[in-house]
């Protein structure tokens, strides 16, 4: 059998895609791991938040919203980015990049934010409100979609890690690790932290989507984290954190480049962690109950790269978001799925303007690679 198109990778991104394309399409999902969602999409840290990812992301954000609300995967929580004095002209700064983007931004007095988080050091005194934020229900979400495309018809193989990929009479050859192979017209990459690595099996030149590893830790503190905690962000990208459960999620927003792996936590980094958090707060932390890692996997510009390949138009392009992916799933993979099938907006999509997530942007500063 030719399916229509051939999805790799079954995380957030490829089952959004894939049940977006079903109702039109015949769509192949390949999957590497016994189970799809894995890697990042069963790492996530489980937010819904508009700033998060920059301007350049807010409309995916923002469009992904109501989408979100309307079949229940949101939980509002609020976020509160923090700093102290010395930080107010990088407050000012972040509210000013999203002037005119439609985010609510609100500035909270020392008392407010005291209230809203207790236990916070007095020197951590300047706040922005973002009160739009909530939690996502990560699991729930890529179920929706992976049982949304199986009614549609996708075929999702597990165990199929892609190990050459070929095309001749304008069809592709998918092989896998197991010696099995799948035929498609068309390729959509939406391996992740794997993409440069799927592009070059297609003798296709990688875009350069880099994977950076982020940590998570869950810890036991005393007293008890509130229910009604906002998230709490580090205007300067130092930490994170935010409740679960009476306990806290705590993340050193780290970046650390690495290969494409199932990504392990490292106890350094689970030390800064802990160090920033005790340098905001007065909780006492009475154990580390769990600690993860996961890839998020960003292209150059830290934009998304949704399209055919400027070489080879039957290769697509669904890859490079970062810690957004989640969030922006619905309006995302509607957008790529109108670009697959040339179908024009509809509510979700219009006024998202697709060329800045195009891969074509990045032709201009390399050199084609040979065949």
């Known amino acids: 059998m030719i399916h229509d198109l051939a999805v790799i990778g079954a995380g957030m991104a490829g089952a959004s895609l894939a ?38 992301v807010v409309p995916l954000t923002r469009a992904s919203g109501a989408y979100l609300a309307e079949h229940g995967f949101l939980t509002p929580r609020g976020a509160l980015y923090v700093g102290r004095a010395e930080d107010r002209a990088a407050m000012d700064e972040f509210r000013a990049s999203y002037a005119g ?17 207790p236990h916070i050091r007095p020197e951590w005194s300047e706040a922005l409100y973002q009160p739009a934020c909530a939690d996502i229900d990560v699991a729930g979400l890529h179920q929706h979609y992976l049982r949304l495309g199986k009614r549609h018809g996708v075929e999702t193989v597990t165990r199929a890690r892609v190990a050459g990929l070929s095309r001749d009479g304008g ?18 990459n939406a391996a992740g932290a794997w993409a440069d690595e799927v592009a070059r099996l297609a003798s296709l030149r990688p875009v350069g989507i880099t994977p950076l590893r982020r940590t998570v830790a869950v810890l036991r503190v005393a007293p008890q984290a509130p229910a009604d905690l906002p998230l709490v962000l580090d205007i300067n990208g130092g930490f994170y954190f935010k409740p679960d459960a009476g306990r806290l999620w705590l993340s050193p927003h780290d970046e650390i ?33 769990h600690r993860w890692a996961g890839l998020r996997s960003f292209a150059p510009d830290r934009m998304p790269v949704y399209g055919p390949d400027p070489r080879e138009p039957s290769f697509i392009w669904f890859a490079g978001q970062g810690g957004f992916g989640i969030q922006t799933a619905p309006a995302a993979a509607r957008l790529a799925s109108q670009m697959v099938l040339g179908q024009g907006a509809d509510a979700v999509t219009a006024g998202i303007d697709p060329a800045p997530y195009a891969p074509a942007r990045f032709a201009a500063h390399h050199e084609p690679q040979s065949a």
Do not use: K, M
């Open 257 to 289: 480049p690495s290969d494409p792996c199932d990504a392990a936590p490292e106890e350094l980094d689970v030390a800064v962690a802990i160090d920033r958090f005790q340098q905001v707060t007065n909780w006492r932390i009475e154990a580390v109950e």
């Open 19 to 56: 049940a977006e394309l079903s109702p039109h399409a015949s769509v192949l999902l390949l999957e590497a791991e016994d189970a799809p969602g894995y890697h990042a999409t069963g790492r996530s840290a489980a937010f819904w938040e508009e700033c998060y990812g920059g301007p350049g």
């Open 101 to 117: 983007t439609g985010v609510s931004i609100e500035r909270l007095a020392p008392e407010a934010l005291a209230q809203r988080v």
């Open 171 to 188: 069809v592709w050859t998918i092989t896998t690790a197991r010696g099995t192979s799948f035929r498609a017209a068309r390729i959509v």
